[in-house]
Structures are given as structure tokens and as C-alpha cells.
């Protein structure tokens, strides 16, 4: 996993691009997938919730999202932006969370950033009510580079993510979310990018 100092660095470059998490022009690609998953009053966990902008739209659509990251900057922006959301500073591989707590669990291109994904999703698992869901999504490795500026650990194709997931069980299922636009912090332009969609029944 890359430091600290790498995650507040790319948070406050995805910020000058955002503007705000309030910037409604922005949109969030994953944002309609997330309502799809869950109903109005559910409890929504954003782990590495960065800048925001999903935890602002899901409590536009009468969720009740919290987010999670390791940042100063994200707890900042929180406080200065979304005073309504919940925040806590937190390491994903040790939730500190009671058991079955949310309805449903998102966590949007962090997988790859970690040394021991799996930690991850257990933890993600663990904490979503029975009947809930998991929706994750993670660059495509055969189509990125791994490595890199981007500061991945991890380079997924489709066989190490089915490999992951199976470890938790089998209702799951993978989709390819082709070409959205994504924020670039080395260049600061938008570029294409093609990732992963993982969603997961918790039984």
C-alpha cells in the first residue's frame, strides 16, 4: 500500500479538478449503479471516500451514506463541505465498526492501491448487514499500467478478480464498465479508463 502522504497528494490534485464534492456537474460514474443496489434510508459505507462527491449524491437520493478514508484532507473536506455525512479516519484493513451495520458497502478504485486486498473485502464483508451488498469496482490490469505513477500495487485481469471474490463465496458478479472518464492527478486531464464492476450478495 503506498503511504499517507501519496493518498493526500492525490486527494487534494482530485479536489482542483472536483471543485467541490457539492459540484453537481460532476458526475460520479458509479453513482446510479450504488442507488440501484440500495433503497432510500439505507445505510451506505464509502471506504476511501476521498474527495466526497459520492457521499454527496447518495445523500441527495435519501441515503445515508459515511465515509471512510485515511486523509486529513478528506476529513477537511468533509467538515468544510458535507457537514450532514458522517466521517471517520480509518484504515480499511481494520474496520473499526460493529458487525452488520449497513445495508451496503462501496469502495471505488482502492483495491488496487492495497498490499492484501482480501484483508480488505473480509473487513468490507463483516460489516454489511445480512441480505445487503458489496459494489467495488478496480481498474482493468490488462489495460492499465499496474504500476506506475498511479501508485497500484495490484494489477487485476479477470481471473485474479474471480480468484478474490471466490475466496467469500459465490454470489457475485463481475462487469466491465467500459471507458468512463477518469481524473488523470499526474497530467490533470481527463483520459479513458476501463475497470472492473464487482457486486456481492451478503447472505
Not at 472536483?18 to 432510500?40: M, Q
Request: hydrophobic share 35%; aromatic share 10%; net charge negative.
Amino acid at each position: 500500500m503506498k503511504g499517507k502522504e501519496f493518498y493526500e497528494k492525490e486527494v487534494k490534485s482530485l479536489i482542483k479538478f472536483v471543485g467541490t464534492p457539492l459540484n453537481d456537474n460532476y458526475h460520479h460514474y458509479i453513482y446510479k449503479w450504488v442507488v440501484k443496489s440500495t433503497r432510500k434510508g439505507d445505510l451506505v459505507l464509502d471506504v476511501g471516500c476521498g474527495v466526497g462527491t459520492l457521499c454527496h449524491l447518495l445523500k441527495k437520493s435519501g441515503r445515508n451514506p459515511t465515509g471512510i478514508d485515511l486523509t486529513e484532507e478528506s476529513k477537511k473536506i468533509f467538515k468544510e463541505n458535507l457537514p450532514g455525512v458522517p466521517f471517520r479516519t480509518m484504515d480499511a484493513h481494520s474496520l473499526d465498526i460493529q458487525d452488520n451495520l449497513f445495508d451496503c458497502v462501496v469502495s471505488n478504485q482502492m483495491l488496487e492501491h492495497l498490499d492484501e486486498p482480501s484483508v480488505v473485502i473480509k473487513e468490507m464483508l463483516r460489516v454489511i448487514k445480512p441480505g445487503g451488498r458489496l459494489v467495488v469496482t478496480v481498474p482493468i490490469g490488462n489495460m492499465l499500467d499496474g504500476n506506475g505513477n498511479l501508485g497500484h500495487v495490484q494489477c487485476f485481469d479477470f481471473y485474479q478478480i474471480l480468484h478474490l471474490f471466490e475466496q467469500f463465496g459465490d454470489d457475485f458478479k463481475i462487469y466491465w464498465l467500459n471507458k468512463f472518464k477518469h481524473y488523470n492527478v499526474e497530467n490533470g486531464e481527463p483520459e479513458e479508463k476501463n475497470v472492473f464492476g464487482i457486486i456481492m450478495e451478503v447472505k
